[in-house]
């Protein structure tokens, strides 16, 4: 298959690359700026693409997008997360359907804030959207991708949990205050944390693409998400360290604002049930295991964490 890839160069976007080109697949990386040889071109922000570019592509896969963890979610942050999600499907969705042979499948990058804050409700891709910044966000974001199927291309929107990596992403956040021994839960630390490893993320992707009987919204979580209070006990036997400082919810709040209360707050019992259902199987089913893998030691003696340090 000949796989065009938005965000290539991101966490999950290297990691996919690498699997479906040792899978034997064909990827073509979607980048800003000006063309070069062997990569598509466009600059999304100003509505541009590469005429034809996506010509010839059995899948396109759409992981571009402006951070939502850098930084404080000031106004002018907010517009630049929801433009550089919306403005970049449209472009992507107006240039594909309007080719002569169109890609069979569209794989859109979604999340699973799309759910809001949900408390201990068991959330599958039927239940409803929920409230506040990011799930408008999602689901405007879904509803435009939503648009390619009316040109026969099958679409899904992953709406990804928090993927737990070896190098970058959250957990990389999380295993800061650890290393200096005063890592905690975060405010109550009831709220449910849905996550996936990053080795069953791709998977899942490519299992979504190459399976013609998964479509629309997929939910890209382990089967057994955790509540904040058990990922930290988690993290913190892996590490071997303690885990006896929680920051209050109030202290998040003044430090991070609205981000706070959306990122880390919330609570979603998130369940893949789609590709559950589809057969996919996941390598890494329980938190103590993913961990294990994702901080095991690697050459050297040194854990991938610790290599960060």
Known sequence: MRVAITGSSGLIGTALRARLERGGHEVVSVRRGTPTLGAVAWRPAEGWIEDGALEGCDAVVHLAGESIGDGR????????????????????????????????VFVCGSAVGYYGDRGGEELCEESGAGEGFLAGVVRDWEHEAARASEAEIRVLSIRTAVVLAPRGGALQRMLTPFRFGVGGRLGSGRQWVPWITLEDEVRA??????????????????????TNRELTKALARQLHRPALFPVPAFVLRIALGEMANELLLQSQRVLPSKLMRSGFRFEHETVEDALASVLRPRAGGRSAAASKA
């Open 73 to 104: 979610w000031t106004a002018r942050r907010k517009r630049a997360i929801r433009d550089s999600r919306i403005e970049s499907t449209r472009l992507l969705v107006d240039h594909m359907t309007a080719l002569a042979r169109p890609p069979r």
């Open 205 to 226: 992707i490519e299992w979504a693409i190459t399976h013609e009987e998964v479509r629309g919204p997929v939910n890209l979580a382990a089967p057994h998400p955790v």
